[in-house]
């Protein structure tokens, strides 16, 4: 992340050095606000500002997926980065990476068969996550 920030001629910061950890390290799909909190109390004159133009840079050199909804709200990965499927919890709004290999080659073939350039891809998967259903039954009292 920080060679490929560099070579776009952004200033590798203690701040955006905080941002980019905070994106690298979380495996739950953090939102913008959720990353400036983690890292307010360290850097107190950090902004939301900073955090939104660090995602954006992210994003311009394929560092960061936004996976963005409907309501308007978006989550960031910058775990695995590249296109692949998402289990959301549409309860407690969980949002877990999966691994589905079957899945990698559905959207080329499809493409493919349309006559499509493949850009990118999403594919998400809405239900109810173990610890939320274990919530529903009689005995989680």
Not at 12 to 40: C, E, F, K, N
Request: with cysteine; charged share 25%.
């Amino acid at each position: 992340m920080v060679a490929k920030l560099r070579a776009q001629g952004c200033r590798i910061t203690p701040q955006r050095l905080a941002i980019l950890r905070v994106l690298a390290d979380s495996v739950g799909h953090p939102t913008a606000d959720s990353i400036y909190a983690r890292i307010r109390d360290q850097f107190p004159t950090t902004s939301l500002a900073t955090v939104y133009k660090t995602i954006a840079a992210l994003k311009s050199v394929d560092e960061v997926l936004e996976l963005g909804f409907a309501d308007g709200s978006s989550r960031y990965d910058g775990h695995r980065p590249e296109p692949h499927p998402h289990l959301i919890c549409i309860r407690c709004k969980t949002i877990l990476d999966h691994n589905a290999s079957p899945v990698d080659t559905l959207p080329r073939e499809i493409a493919r068969a349309a006559g499509y350039r493949l850009v990118s891809y999403r594919f998400d998967v809405y239900g109810i996550c173990p610890e939320c259903a274990s919530s529903d039954s009689p005995d989680a009292e």
